[in-house]
T-cell receptor
């Protein structure tokens, strides 16, 4: 089955700097890659997603890139703010959102 | 307010006891899921249901069962709880195949002693 590895497990950045979180997946048949943000004590919420027919997608300060050949995808957050502090999860699936396999998560701390 | 509701929010349970976590959504979503969240392991899929009347096994189904008698409800049952089932459980839903975003409930924190 699918296996998703996520790095780093923790990331501290200064407010205004950029943050990058990387994930690799094992199954080349996976075609859907979402990112979820979970604030402390809250539920996970989708922040951005990408399908395998697209190499990059951007939404304001957040972008996701996908390298199908290398089977990895990354989340980029620019101009980080304290409210970006949270746990971020990447995920992958072979069907559009069905049976998502999540990475272990990255704790992002933005220091002001 | 439309959404997905879980109960109980938190529960302490003796090992060997039976426990049912409830999940109800009023968004008329076809697909529903149960995940468990453990530190360092992310979210792992326990069971899922693509539509009322059908269920399937996820990554970690052992010790858990589900039913989907109607569109709105998707209860998760631990027949005989064990300490390794101590976790935060999230129910989630989405409209159906061809849609991506999962909508999560607020979670149920279960402690098995």
């Amino acid at each position: 089955g699918e296996n998703v590895e996520q790095h780093p497990s923790t990331l501290s950045v200064q407010e205004g700097d950029s943050a990058v979180i990387k994930c690799t997946y094992s199954d080349s048949a996976s075609n859907y890659f979402p990112w979820y943000k979970q604030e402390l004590g809250k539920r996970p919420q989708l922040i951005i997603d990408i399908r395998s027919n697209v190499g990059e997608k951007k939404d304001q300060r957040i972008a996701v890139t996908l390298n199908k050949t290398a089977k990895h995808f990354s989340l980029h957050i620019t101009e980080t703010q304290p409210e970006d502090s949270a746990v971020y999860f990447c995920a992958a699936s072979m069907e559009y959102g069905n049976k998502l396999v999540f990475g272990a998560g990255t704790i992002l701390r933005v220091k002001s | 307010i439309a959404g997905i509701t879980q109960a109980p929010t938190s529960q302490i349970l003796a090992a060997g006891r039976r426990m049912t976590l409830r999940c109800t959504q009023d968004m008329r979503h076809n697909a529903m899921y149960w995940y468990r969240q453990d530190l360092g392991l992310g979210l792992r899929l326990i069971h899922y249901s693509n539509t009322a009347g059908t269920t399937g096994k996820g990554e970690v189904p052992d010790g858990y069962s589900v039913s989907r008698a109607n569109t709105d409800d998707f209860p998760l049952t631990l027949a005989s709880a064990v300490p390794s089932q101590t976790s935060v459980y999230f129910c989630a839903s989405k409209p159906g195949p061809g849609t991506g975003e999962l909508f999560f409930g607020e979670g149920s924190r279960l402690t098995v002693l």
